[in-house]
């Protein structure tokens, strides 16, 4: 597996996050986080962690962007959704348990999937068990969201985008 474009994308990565973490500009201090970036993606390459699921750049940008706005709005929506819950002791809480199958090719789909179900709030994904996902919902609406794939569908459209 070539892990030249991986490395380089982690390189960038890192001296983007440097600076913007830093706020230094001054030709010294950016010399230093470029060597740092190097040694680091060095260390990285040595210790064989640099490979396409730690540093997905095979995933298409457009796909990729979409899909995390997409997310953004169903985060608002769940916290918006959990708040009030919280806020309202009328408003029912019935936790549930299910099950859901994961249809991604990849092991990185399997992944991306899980966490986006854990970032949404009121879901958790407990385990993953080959292409099954255990989830604990906060409600059974947030459970039938979940069943009804719409999640699913969007991260193999991302994942199978070549």
């Known amino acids: 597996m070539n892990k030249i474009p991986h490395a380089l994308s982690l390189g960038i990565f890192l001296a983007v996050l440097w600076v913007m973490l830093s706020g230094y500009f001054t030709p010294l201090l950016l010399f230093f986080g470029v060597v ?3 040694l680091v993606v060095y260390l990285a390459l040595r210790m064989d962690v ?8 095979h995933l298409k940008i ?3 962007v979409s899909y995390w706005f997409w997310l953004l ?3 608002v929506i769940s916290n918006i959704d959990v708040c009030r819950r919280i806020l309202s002791p009328g408003m029912p809480i ?5 099950k859901i199958k994961s249809t991604q090719a990849t092991g990185l789909g399997h992944v991306i999937y899980a966490n986006s179900i854990t970032l949404t709030p009121g879901t958790v994904s407990m385990n993953v068990d080959g292409d099954m996902i255990e989830v604990h919902a906060l409600t059974g609406e947030g459970a039938a969201n979940l069943e009804a794939g719409e999640m699913n569908r969007r991260v ?4 199978n985008y070549k």
């Open 156 to 159: 193999m459209l991302m994942e």
């Open 73 to 75: 709005k169903e985060i």
């Open 62 to 64: 457009r796909l990729t």
């Open 94 to 98: 019935s936790p549930v348990v299910i």
């Open 36 to 38: 740092s970036a190097c």
């Open 50 to 57: 640099v490979d396409h699921e730690g540093h997905p750049v």
